[in-house]
Every structure is written in C-alpha cells, then in structure tokens.
C-alpha cells in the first residue's frame, strides 16, 4: 500500500469545491518562486486516478493570446459536427465551474464536488500535494472520462513544456499568436516565451501554428521538425472579413483543404477571424474517422459563446469588454473598436495585475482616448488604482482613479452621450466583476 504524503491531514472536498480547493496553493494569485512548475506531480496524481486522460481524445491548445477564443471556436463546432465534448479553460470570469465544460454547459457544483470527491483519496496517495491548477485539472480529466467525452479541448494554464495539462497525447496541438507576457517565469524574449509554448508540441502528431513573430516562428518550427511533427502554418491560409457590425462578423476563409464561404461569427474583431482560420486548421488534421463537416464548421462558429472578449453589455452609451491583458491584445482591441466605432468618443477604463506590462497596454491604447480611468479588481494580484493612475499619466493627459469596476463604469456613463463606448479593459478578473454585477442587475 503506498504511504500517505505530507499532506494526508489536508480537509476533505464536503460541499464546497472551492473552499475545498483553497487549500492548494494557488499560482494565479501568487507569484511561483522559480523552478516551481513540474509535471511530475501531476503525473503521479493521474497514476493514482487511473489515468482519466486516457479515456478520451484531446486537442492541446497554447499560446499567448487568442487561445481562449481558440479552444471556444474548436468546441463549438465539434459540438455542432455531434461530438460529445469537453472544454477546459482558465481562469473563470464568474464561477470556478466556468473553467469545466460539457457539451457546451459548465459543469455543476454538484459536479465538481463530485470529482473532488473522487480525487480526495488519490491526492492522499502521492508523495507531495498538487497546485491549486493541478487539482483542478485532474478533476477536470476525471470528470470529462466519467461523462464519456469523446475530445476534449485543453487551453494551457501558463507556458506549455510544464504546464498541468501537458500529459496528453493530443491528436493535434496548436500554438495561437505568441507575444511577451508572463516573463518572469517563461522567459526574457519572445525565442524563450516560444520555447515554452513549444513545449505541447509531441512526436508525429500534427501541429496548427497561428501566424507568429518570425523570432517565435523559428523557435516553432525547429520544434515541430525535431519531432517530426506535420505543421500547418495558418498564414497560408486565407480570411477576409466580409462585413462587420457590432453584432457579429461575416467571414470568408479559405485553407489549403476547403474553402468556407460566408461563416457568420458573433465574436468581435479581426482577431477573431484569425482564431477561427486557426481552429478550422486544427480541425482539418483531425483523423479521417473524426472529420468535421463544413456545414458543423459554419453552425459551430455561428453558435461559438466567448464572454469577456469585446462583449457589448449595454448600447446606450456602449458598454464594452475586454481582456486585453499585454500589449498584443490591447493593439489588437484598439484596431477592433475603431472599425466598430470610428468616430465615437472612448471613454477608457483600465484595470491590471502588478505583474502585466503596463507600459506596452498603455502604448497601444492611447490612440483611442486621451482620458482614463484607473481601477483595481478585488484580487491579490491587482495593481492598486492609485499607483496605476500615477504610471498612467505618462500616456493619458487625463487620468481619473475609482475604488471599483462598478465606481469607474458610473463616473464614466455620468460623462457619456448616449453614442459613446464605454470601454473596460485589462485584468480578466476586473472584467469578471464587472460581468457578475451586470447578470445580478440583469436577474
């Protein structure tokens, strides 16, 4: 029998899966020290499950931004091609269930609580405890096996090489646009930040690359041939954008297999185009006995539900938001809101972890206002809007600070016409705030 870890005297899962799970140490609310992360922890915690991930397929999805959208997109449209799938992502918005999806339904507290249940006597059995992330990926993995999914979607937590989910043998791994974030832990340079991503890449099973900066480009490639990996660029494929409202987009995609006229997508943004020539991608290497349909391609992207990624909540003055967390992301809001709302007034709130880079977030948003607010969500890792305000001022002629995400948006509606946009953006977390006050008031 194996001997009990250190940890045996940790509080059983009972009815609460968060509480239960705040007894792991949780890395999304605190910076790992360095030579933190391993694999084997989680490895030994599957051997204890019985090996959950081997009961079902699983498309690995990694990168720096977009893969969210990315693994949405993929989801959504095996669902409508009639593939019983889960989806795993992170971090939630709202509810911790958000991060565990089923057919399209985040699971249950009930649920979840289930698999805590289940994973309780096997994390007793391991020399050491897992992570907070690895707890819940491996409640994830027994949840998708107990319910008899067929594939399931991955979106890597952080990195890649030692990221939690990296214990599957996928069917395809994809790598969506690599850019500079979470250096203190991946890397100095983009070549290293790459080097992480590359990491999910595994021997002879294909790899979907999003276009890349040419220094992550190498780096990707040097990998996918090392291993012998087939690789699909998706700048060979070809979208344009057909039409766009703030309801939705129309685009035109043709890949190097098919062409796909006219999919209607109600996420927002060029951007989102390129995540869905990325999925339909990664779907075409799928083997032949999993093909994916044209027609579920168009009804998939046409159903895709991705909240927090330029949602509009409210019309009069516009209410929008997005997670745009690094420079990247934030170049690439910028250019979205002004092909939706080209001579509208902006009116800015910004709201970021201490740990972001702030300078390049605040390079790329001001060309679209001259003002902003500064404010703070409720989490650990929140640069306090006061000290963002003060480092604001060197980009904004006008900064103004509020305690909240809620105070920011009504200092904001007090100044607006009924044409302005309001938009909110940063942490995801602040943006999850503000998502939970607006369903509260909604009912």
């Known amino acids: 029998m194996p001997v009990p870890g250190p940890h045996r005297a940790l509080q059983g899962p009972g009815t609460a899966p968060g509480h239960y799970l705040a007894q792991f140490t949780d890395y999304e609310r605190i910076a790992p020290p360095p030579n933190t992360f391993s694999l084997d922890r989680m490895r030994a915690l599957l051997d204890a499950l019985g090996h959950p991930e081997s009961r079902w397929a699983a498309i690995h999805v990694a990168g720096t931004k977009g893969k969210g959208s990315t693994?949405?997109?993929?989801?959504?449209?095996l669902r409508a091609a009639g593939v019983r799938v889960g989806l795993y992502t992170s971090p939630h918005l709202i509810a911790l269930e958000e991060r565990i999806q089923i057919?399209?339904?985040?699971?249950?507290?009930?649920?979840l609580s289930e698999a805590l249940d289940a994973l309780h006597p096997a994390i007793a059995r391991v020399p050491s405890p897992p992570t907070y992330f690895e707890a819940l990926t491996a409640a994830a993995f027994w949840l998708f096996a107990e319910r008899a999914v067929d594939v399931a979607v991955l979106e890597v937590g952080l990195g890649g090489r030692l990221d939690a989910t990296n214990v599957v043998d996928p069917l395809v791994s994809v790598v969506t646009p690599i850019s500079w974030d979470h250096a203190e832990v991946l890397g100095p340079t983009v070549?290293?930040?790459?080097?992480?991503?590359a990491g999910i890449i595994k021997p002879g099973r294909p790899v979907v690359l999003a276009p890349q900066p040419p220094e992550a480009l190498a780096v990707l490639r040097a990998s996918a041939q090392e291993h012998r990996a087939p690789l699909v660029e998706v700048a060979n494929s070809h979208w344009r954008v057909?039409?766009?409202?703030?309801?939705?987009?129309?685009?035109?995609?043709?890949?190097?297999?098919?062409?796909?006229?006219?999919?209607?997508?109600?996420?927002?943004?060029?951007?989102?185009?390129?995540n869905l020539a990325t999925a339909v991608a990664a779907l075409e290497q799928l083997p032949p006995e999993r093909a994916v349909p044209e027609a579920a391609v168009a009804r998939g992207a046409a159903e895709v539900v991705w909240p927090g990624r330029l949602q509009i909540l409210e019309r009069r003055p516009w209410v929008v938001v997005d997670g745009a967390q690094n420079a990247a992301s934030a170049a690439a809001l910028r250019t979205a809101v002004r092909a939706l709302w080209p001579r509208q007034t902006i009116r800015l709130?910004?709201?970021v972890s201490a740990d972001k880079d702030l300078a390049g977030i605040a390079e790329a948003l001001r060309p679209l206002s001259p003002a902003v607010i500064a404010t703070q969500a409720r989490h650990p890792r929140a640069l306090a809007a006061g000290e963002l305000a003060a480092r604001l001022s060197r980009w904004f002629?006008?900064?103004?600070t509020a305690a909240s995400v809620h105070e920011a948006v009504t200092q904001a509606a007090r100044l607006a016409a009924p044409d302005d946009v309001i938009l909110v953006t940063g942490s995801l977390f602040l943006i999850g705030e503000l998502l939970a006050q607006a369903a509260a008031a909604h009912g």
């Open 397 to 400: 002629s006008t900064v103004g």
């Open 349 to 351: 709130i910004l709201g």
């Open 71 to 77: 693994c949405a997109l993929l989801a959504s449209i």
């Open 191 to 197: 070549a290293a930040i790459a080097g992480e991503k």
């Open 103 to 111: 057919d399209g339904r985040p699971v249950t507290a009930s649920e």
């Open 242 to 274: 057909v039409d766009t409202t703030p309801d939705g987009q129309t685009i035109d995609l043709h890949t190097s297999r098919h062409r796909y006229p006219a999919i209607r997508l109600p996420l927002l943004g060029a951007h989102q185009a390129m």
